[in-house]
T-cell receptor, first 115, second 112 residues
Framework: DAGVIQSPRHEVTEMGQEVTLRCKPI?????LFWYRQTMMRGLELLIY????????DSGMPEDRFSAKMPNASFSTLKIQPSEPRDSAVYFC?????????????FGSGTRLTVV | GQQVMQIPQYQHVQEGEDFTTYCNSS?????IQWYKQRPGGHPVFLIQ?????EVKKQKRLTFQFGEAKKNSSLHITATQTTDVGTYFC????????????FGAGTRLAVHP
């Protein structure tokens, strides 16, 4: 298995632009998580899905952030409009049975820079 | 809100010295997991502890879960330069939730 695949690896965009981050989870995993990592705030859980259904989005910073999972093999995280404070590394992770047996498998992340 | 606290924030050791990082939760955890993130990389799952008082070993790494299931530790014996990275503990709340709450991590630097 190729693991969790995220794209793009790097994204530089101007303030106000729309940004879409993509994630392909491991086949067969029923949970998908979006995390954001910064030096100041560490790893923050933004939202997670179970069987493509959003379960908890309490970590989504504000209405500018939205996430979808149209099917079991694809998820997107969208920021519109983007702001410089959104600059961070965004990780997607997937797991089987909520990670309570074999942990989470993280993708390589998308480093987002908003200028 | 639920927090998982981790100390120390940074640790610098000479190669061959031991290293320990500690994790504390304000509430009881269903389980505790440990991850390692190399510089520029992504978190990689190391191990999960579930039972009260559980101890697990992976070569030079020893993981413990407290009796009250509120704290945990990771101890590395005789560190090597390959141990460099940030070690995160992450807990799942008791009560059926499936989201991991990550500690802030301990960044380990190993000087040869």
């Amino acid at each position: 298995d190729a693991g969790v695949i995220q794209s793009p690896r790097h994204e530089v965009t101007e303030m106000g632009q729309e940004v879409t981050l993509r994630c392909k989870p491991i086949s067969g995993h029923d949970y998908l998580f979006w995390y954001r990592q910064t030096m100041m705030r560490g790893l923050e859980l933004l939202i997670y899905f179970n069987n493509n259904v959003p379960i908890d989005d309490s970590g989504m910073p504000e209405d500018r952030f939205s996430a979808k999972m149209p099917n079991a093999s694809f998820s997107t995280l969208k920021i519109q409009p983007s702001e410089p404070r959104d600059s961070a590394v965004y990780f997607c992770a997937s797991s089987y049975f909520g990670g309570q047996r074999y942990g989470y498998t993280f993708g390589s992340g998308t480093r987002l820079t908003v200028v | 809100g639920q927090q998982v606290m981790q100390i120390p924030q940074y640790q610098h050791v000479q190669e061959g010295e031991d290293f320990t990082t500690y994790c504390n939760s304000s509430t009881t955890l269903s389980n505790i997991q440990w991850y390692k993130q190399r510089p520029g990389g992504h978190p990689v799952f190391l191990i999960q502890l579930v039972k009260s008082g559980e101890v697990k070993k992976q070569k030079r790494l020893t993981f413990q879960f407290g009796e009250a299931k509120k704290n945990s530790s990771l101890h590395i014996t005789a560190t090597q330069t390959t141990d460099v990275g940030t070690y995160f503990c992450a807990g799942i709340l008791s009560g059926g939730y499936n989201k991991l709450i990550f500690g802030a991590g301990t960044r380990l630097a190993v000087h040869p």
